[in-house]
């Protein structure tokens, strides 16, 4: 059974900083395509970032370009995301996703991938205040 353990989240003010970890289990094989999704209250779940880790390929939302990083470590089977310049836009929950392969084009194939066969995780809590 595929298991997502999110953790790192916290409260931080306007400009601030912080990171996210994901530790997957349950593959036979440390997934090549990884994500991280948000959800604020009231809002849909959207994609943040995606990552195919064979090379290294990232993508992200628009509202998130130069100030959050995804990556990940596949030994450690732990996927990242350092977020910067923090606003309170970017509060919620943050959940990832992970799942042995996909189609790596761009973010919205990496989405469709990721959510039609991958599974969620409890989620960490970011709080940015302003």
């Known amino acids: 059974q595929v298991q997502l353990a999110e953790s790192g989240g916290g409260s931080v003010q306007a400009g601030g900083s912080l990171s996210v970890s994901c530790v997957v289990s349950?593959?036979?094989?440390?997934?090549?395509?990884m994500g991280w999704f948000r959800q604020a209250p009231g809002n849909v779940r959207e994609v943040v970032a995606t990552?195919?880790?064979?090379?290294?390929?990232?993508h992200y939302t628009d509202s998130v370009k130069g100030r959050f990083t995804i990556s990940g470590d596949s030994e450690k089977r732990t996927l990242y995301l350092q977020m910067s310049s923090l606003n309170p836009e970017d509060s919620g929950m943050y959940y990832c996703?992970?799942?042995?392969?996909?189609?790596?084009?761009?973010?919205?194939?990496?989405?469709?991938?990721?959510?039609?066969?991958?599974?969620w995780g409890q989620g960490t809590q970011v709080i940015v205040s302003s």
């Open positions: 996703r992970a799942v042995p392969n996909c189609d790596a084009r761009n973010l919205g194939t990496m989405t469709r991938d990721l959510l039609r066969h991958g599974s």
């Open positions: 349950g593959y036979a094989f440390s997934p090549y395509c």
């Open positions: 990552l195919y880790t064979r090379d290294g390929t990232a």
